[in-house]
């Protein structure tokens, strides 16, 4: 700025340029401060943002990897971006953990630290049950008297004595073949996946679905489809068709359809049953193709077993339904399949008593089989034959096809791996008038609880022996189960006597759900129970 004086009246000299330089030069500092200051707090919002969406990062990551493992328990300075993650798990109770998560950022000289908080169920497969008794193709046999709640159903025969009670409806389905007769599973188990030995699909939409030809060898209803399969992350069910042949590629021509339920599905191989409820019969002289049609996510994907050319009769493809279809890669490839044709018709009853099997309490209450013989029903009686029924058979109805069991043995074997995560008990486990409290625990030998004894369960259980309860002995949840229901897994028999209950945790929902994988009474240390 160009110094310029004036003298006033008092002659006093006044250099206006210096003051007003002063001035700017002032302003300046004041501006640049400020500057200074804005781009300093615009620097830690930004590092608190990215230290938050890293905190959250963490729990994403928590639940991921929970869904996988419900035994992760957290990782340390992941990094991610500009930043770090570091997550802790501590259990709540047996269904619920607290996770931590706390994000870490440091740029432009600014640091920040973000912590965020969440509880996360830990029982990611829900299972859910429609019948008091739902049982597999082994059949169910009743007699003493007993009365089941509910209704049942069974992919086999429903045989009772005299004297037994069903309170609701009882459907036996035909049971199919003990044997399969179109398979490819060999070699098994699959220890890592190769491109020789593994399919993956529904994780790009060019290879969102899966499909295997196949022949069977007689004509003879098809019952039900097994898929030695796993996933990875939570993909939705799919559906599973049966159609016929378009020059080599399955064709939109559906013959029957069923549902590959997700829950069954789980993060190690395993094999998942596909009951197909509309069962024409297939011509043996006819390729057919089995397709299982779902979306595609790259996170969250099915991965079927497979071998090179191990199956004589078809050859998998992927692709999607309704569009365009591929070899695999490498080409050539058989997916891993069993299918079962009908075995046989089913029965309800099996004594010629009209007052041996009660069935129902209500009109719409009804028994259900090819053959029901010997039983009392209150409402409609659905069969092709009968003898000894207070009705006549109403033929209306064709014989109930099977129902897929809502849980695979990938399922039950995923509770085990939960019980043994708190430890193992050698032998039996005795439970006295003065009680225990129990779980998670994997028991080498057999349960017993004494009458008047009773078991609290505050984790799953998984018994190599027997459960047994003598007159009075209860089993119960713990109350940390909330509405939640609790697994007890035997590999053998399980003996209730008079007077003896499970319960829930108390709330509304919760139930002690028992599962057994024994096949009594046919193997071995059975001792003639069922």
Known sequence: MKKTTYQNQKGQIIVIGLV????????????????????????????????????????????????????YTGESNTALGSGTFSVSIAAIDAQHKRVTSVGNVSFGGQTATRTIK??????????????????????????????????????????????????????????????????????????????????????????????????????????????????????????????????GSPSTDVLMTGTLAASSVTTSFGWVTVAMPTTPILDPAQTYWLVIDTGYNSSKYYIIGANANGYANGVAKIGKYGGTWSNTSPSGLDGYFQIYLGGGTSLIGGNTYTTGVYIGSTSTDMAWAHTVKGATVTGPIYCQTGSYINKPCNTSLPDPTPQTMPLSDNNIQAWKDDAVTGGTISG?????????????????????????????????????????????????????????????????????GGGSTFAGSGQPGSYTFVITTSACPAEPGCNGNS
Not at 25 to 37: E, F, G, I
Not at 153 to 170: D, K
Not at 177 to 184: E, G, I, M, R, V
Request: with cysteine; net charge negative.
């Open 118 to 247: 969440a509880t996360i169920g830990i029982n990611a497969t829900v299972i859910s049950f429609h019948y008091g008794i739902q049982v597999g193709n082994g059949g169910f046999v009743m007699n003493g008297g007993a009365t089941v709640n509910g209704n049942v159903y069974s992919n086999g025969n429903i045989a009772a004595t005299e004297g037994v009670h069903i309170t609701g409806s009882a459907v036996a389905a035909n049971p199919p073949a003990l044997y399969a007769d179109q398979t490819n599973n060999t070699p098994l188990p699959i220890s890592s996946c190769v491109a020789s030995t593994c399919i993956t699909f529904a994780s790009t939409s060019v290879a969102q679905d899966f499909s295997q030809s196949f022949k069977i060898s007689t004509a003879t209803q098809l019952n039900n489809i097994q898929f030695y399969i796993k996933k990875v992350g939570s993909p939705g069910d799919a559906t599973v068709r049966i159609v016929n042949d378009n020059s």
């Open 20 to 71: 007003f330089s002063a001035i700017l030069l002032t302003l300046s500092a004041v501006l640049m401060q400020s500057s200074s200051t804005y781009k300093k707090l615009e620097r830690n919002t930004i590092v608190r943002t990215q230290a938050l969406q890293l905190a959250e990062a963490g729990i994403d990551e928590a639940a991921y990897q929970l869904n996988q493992n419900p035994n």
């Open 428 to 496: 039996d486990y005795h439970v006295g008038w003065a009680g225990a409290t129990l779980g998670p625990k994997h028991i080498t030998g057999n349960l017993l609880i004494d009458g008047g004894g009773t078991l609290t369960v505050s984790g799953t259980l998984w018994i190599d022996g027997t459960i047994t309860l003598t007159g009075g002995g209860k089993v119960q949840l713990a109350t940390s189960y909330g509405s939640n229901s609790g697994a007890i897994v035997s590999d053998s028999y399980v003996s209730l």
